[in-house]
């Protein structure tokens, strides 16, 4: 054995002890300095951002078609948009995030209008206007305070309740973006619907959609806060990821035609659902159609 080898020896003796003197033992306590939720610290999904769109011009949007879309919250796979009904720390409800980041001004909520639906058109509301105005008026029957035998009706106003949501309308252009030669899809609005009852009798009369919110613009909300994973709890998406993933069920209730009128406006019943699914079909078939020689 040369001096050479007793260097190296004696210096991967030294690393050793170094690295047992100063590591951490698999059976070292692990202190914390306040109570947390999780077994283990988690920072990086406040980090988190947008995932940027790949850049679009105009020269290079070879075919677009406009549709809209409905994703009902009763579906098993939409249920991760509705739940959880109380807020638990940073994990809640969608339409929980959209309306606290209403409230607190942060993003802009425009006024639904029948007649059109582009945000150049719409009128932004502000948080008092859009709380006033999602206000539920009630007529309460109580005990008349002057007369036992007899009853007054009071008025009785109840905020929104994001809960009461459990539709969301979608509205979106799917794209052929020549340069890339591929399909890309993007999300322009969302706009959340409810069930409209008769506040006496408590009859169902439709839905009631709400207020349209610009997409683009709610995404860094979206992208701060995680939905539920089934898989893997500690691999969650963000609200962001979910919908830039596609990981949702819903189902085409227009696309932009020349009478500019929704598909339940000339087919009901199985006849709409196989209209939404020939809509969803000729997109694809018209990709796929690029490609046949």
Same mark, same amino acid.
């Given at each position: ?45 406040d980090d988190l951002k947008p995932i ?97 035998n007899a009853t007054i009706s009071k ?42 009852? +008769?506040? /006496?009798?408590?009859?169902?009369? !439709?839905?009631?959609? #709400? ?5 683009? %613009?709610?995404?860094? *909300? ?33 696309? +932009?035609? /020349?009478?500019?009128?929704?598909? !339940?406006?000339?087919? #009901? ?5 196989? %209209?939404?699914?020939? *809509? ?11 490609w046949v020689y």
């Open positions: 054995m040369n001096i050479n080898h007793l260097k190296f020896g004696f210096l991967f003796l030294f690393m050793l002890s170094f690295a047992l003197a100063f590591g951490q033992p698999a059976n070292q306590v692990q202190l914390v300095s306040e109570p947390k939720d999780k077994a283990y610290g988690r920072s990086h999904i940027p769109y790949p850049y679009l011009r105009e020269s290079d949007v070879f075919w677009e078609k406009r549709v809209w879309r409905m994703i009902d919250f009763k579906e098993k796979m939409n249920q991760p948009l509705y739940f959880p009904e109380r807020p638990q720390g940073r994990w809640r409800s969608l339409m929980q995030v959209l309306w606290d980041a209403i409230l607190a001004g942060e993003i802009t909520a425009y006024a639904y209008e029948t007649s059109t639906d582009n945000f150049e058109e719409l009128i932004p509301m502000t948080a008092n206007q859009i709380e006033m105005e999602l206000s539920d008026t009630t007529m309460l029957e109580t005990a008349d305070p002057n007369n036992p008025k009785v106003i109840s905020g929104f309740n994001p809960q009461d949501v459990y539709r969301l309308r979608v509205k979106e252009d799917w794209i052929f973006d020549k340069q890339r030669s591929e399909m890309q899809v993007r999300i322009i609005g969302i706009c959340p619907v409810k069930e409209d009852l +008769d506040p /006496v009798t408590g009859e169902f009369r !439709g839905f009631k959609p #709400l207020f349209w919110l610009y997409f683009p %613009e709610i995404r860094p *909300i979206l992208a701060r806060y995680e939905s539920y994973n089934r898989q893997n709890s500690a691999n969650r998406l963000t609200y962001d990821q979910l919908f830039l993933m596609r990981k949702f069920s819903s189902t085409i209730i227009k696309e +932009d035609n /020349v009478y500019d009128r929704y598909v !339940g406006d000339y087919a #009901l019943g199985v006849d709409a659902l196989l %209209e939404a699914d020939r *809509i969803k079909n000729s997109i694809r078939d018209f990709e796929s159609e690029l």
